[in-house]
C-alpha cells in the first residue's frame, strides 16, 4: 500500500513540475499550417517559442520572455519597432491596437521589405503581462501571407497568454 502511495505521489509530483514548465501561454495551430517541431522551429533559444508554417513558408509563431526587467507595452512597442525598422530595415506600414482571447491589450506592427524583386510582409503584435512579454508573429511572401490572411488574424485573435 505505502508502495502505491509514494508512486502516486511521484506521479502528481512529475505533472506538477511538467505542468510548471509549460509555455507563459496557450496556442492553437491555424488552418492550413503545420507547427514544426523542435529543430525546425528554434528561432530564439532565449524564448519560450512556437512556430507552425504553411506548405508555401508563410510563417507563425509566437516568442515570450520573462518581464524583467520589467517593461509596459508602450515601451516594448518602441523599441521592437525601432529596432525591426532601424536596425533591420523595414518599413512600418501600419500600427493599431490589438486584443488577444482573454483580452489582453496589445498592439500590431505591420511591416514590409523587398528581398529584390519580392515583397514581403511581416506582422508582430506585442503584447505585455505582468510576468512576460509575448511577440505573436507572421511573415512570408506579400502574396502568400495576403492568401493566409483569415489563418493568420484567426491565430492572432486566439492567442491566449498567461
Same mark, same amino acid.
Given at each position: 500500500?505505502?508502495? %502505491?502511495?509514494?508512486? *502516486?505521489? *511521484?506521479?502528481?509530483?512529475? &505533472?506538477?513540475?511538467? /505542468?510548471?514548465?509549460?509555455?507563459?501561454?496557450?496556442?492553437?495551430?491555424?488552418? @492550413?499550417?503545420?507547427?514544426?517541431?523542435? @529543430? /525546425?522551429?528554434?528561432?530564439?533559444? #532565449?524564448?519560450?517559442?512556437?512556430?507552425?508554417?504553411? $506548405?508555401? #513558408?508563410?510563417?507563425?509563431?509566437? %516568442?515570450?520572455?520573462?518581464?524583467?526587467?520589467?517593461?509596459?507595452?508602450?515601451? $516594448?512597442?518602441?523599441?521592437?519597432?525601432? %529596432?525591426?525598422?532601424?536596425?533591420?530595415?523595414?518599413?512600418?506600414?501600419?500600427?493599431?491596437? /490589438?486584443?488577444?482571447?482573454?483580452?489582453?491589450? #496589445?498592439?500590431? *506592427?505591420?511591416?514590409?521589405?523587398?528581398?529584390?524583386?519580392?515583397?514581403? &510582409?511581416?506582422?508582430?503584435?506585442?503584447?505585455?503581462?505582468?510576468?512576460?512579454?509575448? *511577440?505573436?508573429?507572421?511573415?512570408?511572401? %506579400?502574396?502568400?501571407?495576403?492568401?493566409?490572411?483569415?489563418?493568420?488574424?484567426?491565430?492572432?485573435?486566439?492567442?491566449?497568454?498567461?
Amino acid at each position: 500500500m505505502k508502495s %502505491r502511495i509514494a508512486k *502516486l505521489g *511521484l506521479a502528481v509530483a512529475s &505533472l506538477a513540475i511538467a /505542468a510548471a514548465c509549460g509555455k507563459p501561454y496557450e496556442v492553437s495551430t491555424p488552418d @492550413g499550417f503545420v507547427e514544426l517541431t523542435d @529543430g /525546425a522551429r528554434t528561432y530564439d533559444r #532565449g524564448a519560450d517559442e512556437y512556430r507552425a508554417s504553411t $506548405a508555401d #513558408g508563410v510563417v507563425v509563431g509566437i %516568442r515570450s520572455w520573462d518581464n524583467e526587467p520589467t517593461v509596459d507595452l508602450a515601451l $516594448a512597442v518602441r523599441a521592437l519597432e525601432n %529596432r525591426i525598422r532601424l536596425g533591420e530595415g523595414y518599413a512600418l506600414l501600419s500600427k493599431k491596437d /490589438a486584443s488577444a482571447k482573454d483580452g489582453t491589450k #496589445g498592439v500590431r *506592427l505591420d511591416f514590409g521589405h523587398d528581398e529584390g524583386s519580392e515583397p514581403y &510582409l511581416y506582422t508582430i503584435v506585442v503584447f505585455v503581462t505582468k510576468d512576460h512579454v509575448h *511577440l505573436v508573429e507572421s511573415g512570408g511572401k %506579400r502574396d502568400l501571407v495576403e492568401r493566409a490572411r483569415p489563418s493568420i488574424d484567426w491565430f492572432i485573435q486566439n492567442f491566449d497568454p498567461d
